[in-house]
T-cell receptor, first 115, second 109 residues
Framework: DVKVTQSSRYLVKRTGEKVFLECVQD?????MFWYRQDPGLGLRLIYF???????EKGDIPEGYSVSREKKERFSLILESASTNQTSMYLC??????????????FGEGSWLTVV | KQEVTQIPAALSVPEGENLVLNCSFT??????LQWFRQDPGKGLTSLLL?????REQTSGRLNASLDKSSGRSTLYIAASQPGDSATYLC????????FGAGTRLTVKP
């Protein structure tokens, strides 16, 4: 059974803290993604990675960075958390050929509250 | 830039009713379109994927159609059940994957 695991389901952090959100997939997928989901806005892509040590900016990368040192792990980093980063964060993975109809798999999400 | 719209934003129906959820997109140059289900506080689960060359896909009580030329897809749910209550999102895969904001469905017993 395919699995995308987000280690932290619920976090509360203070403004200015550095926050790490971890994601691990067990499907040997090349592609990994980080989205945030806000009411009425749908999913917005923050960053994605096509391979180890590679990263590409999505639509809303400001205030975030990512790390992919190993194929199975993709970390989202909030360098200095702010209240407008309070959101649900979703990690996803897929095999290379998304255009060929390979589906994308999502983790359960991480709820981050910044106070 | 691809824009994906889902109407209605919320829908409430009695159990047993057949219903249609709508998804529209602005750029018809797509590889495929996917419908997802999201339960409250959870991630997304893929329901159906339609390739750009296909017109529809079926899985159980679910049927998804795609009209690429008009930029529309529908998700048809037959004989709805309370367990179908969730948010349904469509995602269009072109140069990148774009999601709609979802339709929140409530099926009342």
């Amino acid at each position: 059974d395919v699995k995308v695991t987000q280690s932290s389901r619920y976090l509360v952090k203070r403004t200015g803290e550095k926050v790490f959100l971890e994601c691990v997939q067990d499907m040997d997928h090349e592609n990994m993604f980080w989205y945030r989901q806000d009411p009425g806005l749908g999913l917005r892509l923050i960053y994605f990675s096509y391979d180890v040590k590679m990263k590409e900016k999505g639509d809303i990368p400001e205030g975030y960075s990512v790390s992919r040192e190993k194929k199975e792990r993709f970390s989202l980093i909030l360098e200095s958390a702010s209240t407008n980063q309070t959101s649900m964060y979703l990690c996803a993975s897929s095999s290379h050929e998304l255009s060929s109809g390979n589906t994308i798999y999502f983790g359960e999400g991480s709820w981050l509250t910044v106070v | 830039k691809q824009e994906v719209t889902q109407i209605p934003a919320a829908l409430s129906v009695p159990e047993g009713e057949n219903l249609v959820l709508n998804c529209s997109f602005t750029d018809s140059a797509i590889y495929n379109l996917q419908w997802f289900r999201q339960d409250p506080g959870k991630g997304l689960t893929s329901l159906l994927l339609i390739q750009s060359s296909q017109r529809e896909q079926t899985s159980g009580r679910l049927n998804a159609s795609l009209d690429k030329s008009s930029g529309r897809s529908t998700l048809y749910i037959a004989a709805s059940q309370p367990g179908d209550s969730a948010t349904y999102l469509c995602a269009v895969n072109g140069n990148d994957m774009r999601f709609g904001a979802g339709t929140r469905l409530t099926v009342k017993p």
